[in-house]
C-alpha cells in the first residue's frame, strides 16, 4: 500500500504567523515527519501590530512546555489584565473590558440578575467593583492566580503584551532545536499540479526549489499562495468596519508599566497604547474615507505619553477573510486568511486557532475534502463572531462629533449581532453559539460600557429579601477590594519573577 501520509510542511513566511506555526508543527510531531521547512526573507518586514493578546495565548505556550517568566523576559513583556476603552461610547467616558467574571450567582440565579435589581432599586455600586480584574487594574496591581485560588482569585484571568518580533525570534529558537529548517530567501514562483492545481512547489529569488506535501501560507496581506496563486477570493466586511489604515510607532515609556492596554477612540478611528518593558507601542487605526494619512500620522504623534523612538510606519488593508482559509494543499494562518483590526487583540489568537484547527483535521496526501470543508467552517464561524464583537464597539455609539462616528452609529448591522444586541437590551441575556470565543461577561462589559442596558432581569432574582442580597452584594464589592489591594504593584511583580535584560529600543 502507497504511504499517503504527509511528509513535508512548507511554511511561506515568518514573523509571528509563521514561527507559531512551525514551533507547534515541531512539538506535535516530535520528528515524525520528514521535514517541515519555513522561508522567509529578511528583505520582507513582517507587520507586527499584534503584540496584545487575550488569555488562550497562556494554552498554546503551555502547551510548547514555555516557561512563563523565561518567555516574558525573552520578549519584554508585560502582562494584560483586560483594555480599557477611552472616549468609546463619548467623549470624557472610559470602561475596562476585563478578563474575568463579575461577582457570584446566588441560588442559581445570574448575579447580572441581582446586580440589575440593585440598579433599578437606586443602588449606585459600579458593576466594575465587582470584578477583580478591573479593580487590580485600575490600581496598577497584578499577581497570578494561586494554584488553590480562593473565590476571587478564580474570577481573575490575564494574557500579556509582548514585542511580537521578539516572540517571532524566541519561537525560532524553539523551532530550530526541534529540527524546523529556516530558508532564507524570496519566493518568486509558485508552481501549481497540472492535473489538479494543487501546490507542487515554491522557487526562490536565488533558484532553489522548495517542493512539499502541505503548504501553510503565513506571507502576510498579500497571501502569497492562497490568493496570488490559488485566487481563492476575498470576503470584504469594511462596510462594518470602515478602517483600512494604521500606522504604527514605538514611544518611550514614561513610568510603570499598567497592566492592561488601552484603546482611545479618535476623530477617524482609534490609538492603541501596549505598554511593554523596554517601551510602548502605539498606532491610530483610521479610515482613509474620514481622514488623511498626513493627519493620521499628525495626530498619533501628537498624542504620544512619550518621545517617539522611531519614524511612524504605515500599514493598508481591508478587513475581512479569504473566502476560504483552507484550499487544495494550502492552509492560510494570520494576516494571509484575513484580517480583523486589533480593537480586541484577536490577531495573534486567530493564528493559533486556527493551528489548534489543522492539527485536529491533519489530512493526508488525499487532502479529503471533508477536512478542508470543517477548517472553513468552524473558521469563518469564528471571523463572524468576532466581527460581531468588534463591530458592537463602533455601532454602540453616542459620539455625534465626526463624520466617521455618524457613520459608525447609524450603520446597518449583521442580523447575528442585532439578535444579541436586542436580546441584551431587553432581558440582558448573552447568548454564544458553540466555542464562541468572547464569553459572556466580555459581552456584557463592552455592551453596558457602550450604554447598552438592559431593561427587566430575570423575576427568579426577586426571590431573595433585598437585605440578604444586599449584604452578599457588599460583601463581594468588599472582598474584590481587599484581594486587590493585596497584591504587588504590576512593576513589583515584573521585577520579581521576569524582568528583561535590557536592550536597545527598535
Given amino acids: 500500500m502507497t504511504d499517503q501520509r504527509i511528509r513535508r510542511v512548507v511554511i511561506v513566511g515568518g514573523g509571528t504567523a509563521g ?230 510607532v514605538p514611544s518611550a515609556n514614561v513610568g510603570d508599566p499598567p497592566p492592561f492596554t488601552r484603546s482611545t477612540a479618535r476623530a477617524a478611528g482609534w490609538q492603541w497604547r501596549i505598554p511593554l518593558q523596554h517601551r510602548v507601542g502605539n498606532g491610530y487605526v483610521y479610515s482613509s474615507e474620514f481622514l488623511s494619512d498626513d493627519e493620521a500620522a499628525r495626530t498619533l504623534l501628537a498624542n504620544l505619553e512619550g518621545a517617539a523612538l522611531a519614524d511612524p510606519r504605515p500599514l493598508k488593508f481591508t478587513a475581512g477573510m479569504r473566502s476560504r482559509f483552507w484550499n487544495r494543499n494550502c492552509v492560510a494562518l494570520g494576516l494571509a486568511g484575513g484580517f480583523l483590526e486589533p480593537l480586541e487583540s484577536t490577531s495573534i489568537h486567530l493564528i493559533q486557532a486556527g493551528i489548534a484547527k489543522l492539527l485536529a483535521l491533519f489530512p493526508d496526501k488525499n487532502f479529503d475534502p471533508l477536512l478542508s470543508d470543517e477548517f472553513n467552517r468552524q473558521s469563518t464561524l469564528q471571523y463572524e463572531w468576532i466581527r460581531d464583537f468588534l463591530i458592537a464597539h463602533y455601532n454602540l455609539t453616542e459620539r455625534d462629533d465626526s463624520p466617521f462616528w455618524n457613520y459608525c452609529r447609524t450603520m446597518s448591522i449583521p442580523d447575528t449581532l442585532r439578535c444579541k444586541l436586542d436580546l441584551f437590551s431587553r432581558r440582558g441575556l448573552v447568548f454564544r453559539m458553540d466555542d464562541e470565543l468572547f464569553l459572556e461577561p466580555s459581552w456584557i462589559a463592552v455592551l453596558m460600557g457602550q450604554g447598552l442596558l438592559p431593561k427587566s432581569y430575570d423575576p427568579l432574582a426577586d426571590a431573595i429579601d433585598a437585605a440578604t442580597l444586599e449584604g452578599a452584594m457588599r460583601n463581594m464589592r468588599e472582598t474584590v477590594r481587599r484581594t486587590a489591594l493585596a497584591l504587588p504593584t504590576h512593576a513589583e511583580f515584573i521585577a520579581r519573577h521576569c524582568r528583561a535584560e535590557v536592550r536597545e529600543n527598535p
Avoid at 83 to 111: K, T
Avoid at 183 to 208: H, K, M, P, Y
Fill in 19 to 248: 514561527w507559531m506555526t512551525a514551533a507547534a508543527m515541531a512539538q506535535s510531531f516530535k520528528g515524525s515527519l520528514e521535514s517541515i521547512e519555513l522561508i522567509e526573507s529578511e528583505e520582507i518586514g513582517t507587520v507586527g501590530v499584534g503584540e496584545a493578546t487575550i488569555p488562550p495565548i497562556r494554552r498554546f505556550n503551555a502547551r510548547l512546555g514555555i516557561d512563563e517568566n523565561e518567555f516574558i523576559r525573552h520578549t519584554q513583556g508585560s502582562f494584560k489584565l483586560g483594555i480599557e476603552f477611552v472616549d468609546w461610547r463619548r467623549q470624557g467616558d472610559a470602561y475596562i473590558h476585563p478578563f474575568g467574571r463579575y461577582g457570584a450567582d446566588l441560588d442559581n440565579v445570574s448575579f447580572m440578575d441581582f446586580w440589575m435589581r440593585l440598579r433599578q432599586a437606586g443602588d449606585t455600586a459600579p458593576l466594575d467593583d465587582y470584578c477583580l480584574a478591573t479593580t487590580a487594574a485600575r490600581l496598577g496591581r497584578f499577581s497570578r492566580p494561586p494554584a488553590q485560588a480562593g473565590a476571587a482569585f478564580s474570577t481573575l484571568g490575564y494574557a500579556f503584551h509582548f514585542d511580537a518580533g521578539l516572540y517571532a525570534r524566541f519561537l525560532r529558537a524553539y523551532s530550530e532545536k526541534r529540527g524546523v529548517t529556516r530558508i532564507e530567501g524570496r519566493v518568486v514562483e509558485v508552481s501549481l499540479r497540472g492535473e489538479d492545481g494543487f501546490i507542487e512547489a515554491v522557487t526562490l529569488q536565488r533558484g532553489d526549489r522548495v517542493a512539499g506535501d502541505l503548504f501553510i501560507d503565513c506571507s502576510g496581506f498579500r497571501g502569497l499562495l492562497i490568493e496570488e496563486a490559488l485566487h481563492t477570493g476575498y470576503v470584504d466586511w469594511s462596510r462594518w468596519l470602515p478602517c483600512n489604515r494604521a500606522f504604527a
